[in-house]
Each structure stands twice: as C-alpha cells, then as structure tokens.
C-alpha cells in the first residue's frame, strides 16, 4: 500500500477504458492513418500522460475521448460507457488560445457554468471568481483576452475547464505554445492545482520532462500510427516540486524515455520526409 | 495575426493633430490644382468655376433651394434601403455560414445576381414601382443585399473552429454555437461590411435619383446641369461626399466603441 500509495488511485475504478482504437483520415494522398491499435485503461483520479513524438497521432486521441471526432473502429468508454455527446464528461484545454475574446476573464470562466451549473448571473461570477483567483488571475477578471499573455491566456483556459467541475480534464499540449520559462511556472501550478484534487488528467505532450514532473503514469507512443510502446509508472511522491528535475531516477528515467521515443521520432522524420517527396 | 498588430504603437497627444492635419495635406493640394486650372490656364467657367464660388453656391443651396429637404429625403432613402438589406441578409449569410447546406443552396444564385449591375434594375423597377421613393429604396436594397449576404456570410465562415470546440467542451448544446459563439466572434467583421455597404448604397442612391427622381440630392444634380448652374452641381458632390465620410467616420467611431476587445482596436 505505501508502495503503490505514491502513484495516486492505482486500484481506483477505470475513468477511460480505450481498445483498439483506429483511426484513418482522409489525407490529400490517400488515407492517412493517426491510430492503428491504440489501447490503454487509465484509472479515475490518474494524471496520464500521452507522450510520443510530434505529429504521431496522439492528440486524436484525446479528441476522441472527448467526443469531438469519432473512431474508424474500436472501443472507447468514458466512465464505463460510450461517448454519445462532447462536453457531457470530459472538459478539455487546447493548445491554440481557445478563451473567446469578446468576453472578459470572468466571464470566458462563467461561460460553461451556464450550462452545467444552476443558479443566475450573479452565483457564477461568485464561483467563476473563485477559480479566477484559483489560477492567479484575480486582478485581471475584467480584461479582456487580448490584453493577457500566453501563459494567462492558457490559465484562463485551465480555469474555465475546471470551473464547470468536469470528471475528466483533457488537456490537448496546454503549454506547447508558451516560452520555456513561462511553460515551468505553469507546470508548477497545474501539479498545485491537481494534486489536491482527485481530478483524472488527461494530458498530451512530446515533452519527457513536463511528463515525469507532472504525470502519475505515462502511455509512451509510437510514431504514426500511433499506438502505445511503453506503459510506465512515475515514482516520484507528492508534493512534486521543480527540484526533481535534479534527482538522479528522474535523470534516469528520462534517458530512458528519450531512448524509447529516439527511434520512434525518427521514424516520424523519415516518412514526413517521404511524404514531402511524393 | 491582425493587420493593425503588425503597426507600429500610435502616437498620442499632440502626435493626433498632426496625423489630422496629414490628411488635410491632399485636400490643400487639390484646391491648388483647382485655383490653378481657373487662374493660370483659363479653363472656362461653365466647366470648372472658381473655387470661391463654392462656398457661395452652398449657402444657396440651402438658403435658397430647399436642399436640406433633399438631403433628409436622400437619407431617408438610403437609411430604408440599408436597413432592409442588412435585416435580411445578416440572418440569412450567418446561416449560410454556419450550414454547408443552406451555403450550398444559396450561394449559386446570390454570386449570380450580384454581378448584375445595378443599374441594370432601374428600368424594370421604374415599370413596377414608379419613380418614387420605393423604386429608390428598392434599388438600394438590390445593390446591398445580396453583396451584404456573402459578405455576412463570409465573417460568419471565417469564426475559428477551435472556439465552436472549446464552447462545445464547456458543456453549450449545438444550439447555442450560433448565439453565443458565432454572432459574437463574427461581430466586428459583420459591422465592417455594414460600414462598407453602406457607401455604396450612397452610390445606388445617387445613381437612381439621376436616372428618375423629383427629390434628392441626386436629383438636385441633374437640375443643376439642366440650367448649367455649374457651382451648385460641385457644391452637391461635396456634400455627397461630406455625408458620405460622416457617416463612415460615425461607424468606425461606433466599431471601436463596441468591440474594444477586438484584435483590430488597439486603443483600449
């Protein structure tokens, strides 16, 4: 029980249960192929994390957890059932700024609550404000979103995903787009964020060091079509703080997903190279 | 991403004079060349008439003639014309927007008739409606709609996708995209091409009071040529054009002030 204490809810019911998933699309040179037997149970109250090389595939995956595309073939189950309709089980960060501009902070974090939460306009500025402080952003409830920077913009994105309390966060490379720095400070307050709450995380990324700091357990992929090479548990106890970086089995671990995903990344490069030729 | 982004920051304070004064600069060049014709190279009267006559001729204009009556007409005509137009065709292109079938069915047939000039339709609407202010208004509803259509409908088209996801992730029905996420996000460009459709019913308006009309600013025009009153013929396009550039200038002022959270509205 210690053991296993460390890596959150290891015996906990399964939150997403995906088998043999596949997915083809329709590329300009025939059909594309983004997954090809792609299966993973991940536990309720588990950050995941889905890491493989750019371009594999792997955010198709989190798409089609959340309901926005459907699979060519193969099972998914949200909660114990299938997806019937986006937005119901999962929320979802994207990498693009996705916060509406013509709304302010606060309310681009009201704005689910109207859906998903009772109560008039007054009750989900109160609670949106709560989340606006959550993330750091009370001074900045009135501005609007041009006026913010990357890494407030995703905060925003974060906040408002939450705010509607979803089971499940997605979390689609949140923090592809933002610079080094910003992009740590950020991971930071996710880890404070999630590890007080029994939230499953979902989160995409090709980054092996935002995947050892922030993940429980890591679902390493393979280049396209992307499917799983590597399952692995991430040690290290809570609170996470960015002193792991130094600890000698994160080093550890980190050449040895970096090895795994060495050949695979390679792979990638050489057939969208083939693929620039035909 | 935006094209006011890429500028470089404005200047404030006195810097704003100056950029006024700028755009003063071509109309004190144009009166040069204007005195110049009259004075140094003789070009008759009946052409061009000397630039001090213009000040004269307006006051005329309204003193005399009654022009104020025309101009509310005019504007009248062009405000029922418009207005119609955009009632119609904002529904209508966000739904073609947002709906790849309605898009599909309707955009054949708008792309046909709006390369139909204008006024091409005055012969026939003269026949239907008689010269008064309907035909007028009508015409001015045919040169908008159906640009004002496409033009709706491209905004509409041009809402990031990514936006209809993230909504649809925060738990809003399909139902609600339109209203809460395209109407919204389309906004700034809608009222762009309002601003832009509106100078051409200015056109429209004009062209249709020339052709056949007892009032307007237009028909003001044709009058004054009948009787070669030169001076009132420059003094009406003057002030087509000092209506034309208000109006605009009360619309850009309008769009600023209604999406200041827009990309495009630096000032905040």
Known sequence: MDDQGQSRARFRKQAVRLRQLRKVYDGQGGPLTALDNFSCDIADGEFAIILGPSGCGKSTVVRIIAGLEPPTSGTVLVNGAPVTEAGKACGMVFQSYTSFPWLTVLENIAFGL?????????????RAREFARMVGLADFENAYIKQLSGGMKQRVAIASALATDPGILLMDEPFGALDSQTRMAMQEQLLS?????????????????????????????????????????????????????AQKKFGDMKYEIFHLLRDQAYAQMLEAAGERRR | ???AGDRAPRPVGRGRQWRVLLGLLPFAALAVV??????????????????????????????????????????????????????LATPLGIWMGYSPRAQRTFEPILGFIRYMPVPVFIPLCILWFGSGDLEKVIIIFLGTFFQLTLMVQDAAL??????????????????????????????????????????????YLIVAEIVGARAGIGFYIIKAQRYLMVPQIFAAMILIGVLGMTTDLLMGAAHRRLFRWSERNTAS
């Not at chain 1, 090479?229 to 703080?241: H, I, K, N």
């Not at chain 2, 005195?35 to 190279?41: E, G, S």
């Not at chain 2, 809003?172 to 832009?196: E, H, K, M, N, T």
């Open chain 1, 193 to 245: 964020i999630t590890e007080g709450s029994d939230k499953t995380v979902i989160f995409v990324t090709h980054d092996i060091e935002e995947a050892l700091l922030l993940g429980d357990r890591i679902y390493v992929c393979t280049a396209r079509p992307a499917g799983i090479l590597a399952e692995l548990d991430v040690p290290f106890p809570y609170p996470r703080t960015p002193a792991l970086r």
């Open chain 2, 158 to 203: 041009s809402v990031r996708r990514d936006f209809y996801e993230a909504a649809i992730m925060l738990g809003a029905p399909r139902r609600a995209l339109i209203f809460r996420v395209l109407w919204p996000a389309a906004l700034p460009q809608i009222f762009d091409s309002y601003r832009v459709c509106i100078g051409w019913a200015w056109t």
């Open chain 2, 1 to 3: 991403m935006s094209d």
């Open chain 2, 34 to 87: 204007w005195v110049a014709l009259v004075r140094v190279f003789g070009v008759r009267l009946v052409f061009l008439p000397p630039l001090e006559d213009l000040p004269i001729a307006i006051w005329g204009m309204f003193a005399n003639e009654g022009i104020a009556g025309d101009i509310l007409i005019s504007c009248l005509r062009v405000a029922a014309g418009f207005v119609a137009a955009l009632l």
């Open chain 1, 114 to 126: 109207r859906y998903t939460a009772g109560g008039g306009r007054r009750e989900r500025h109160e």
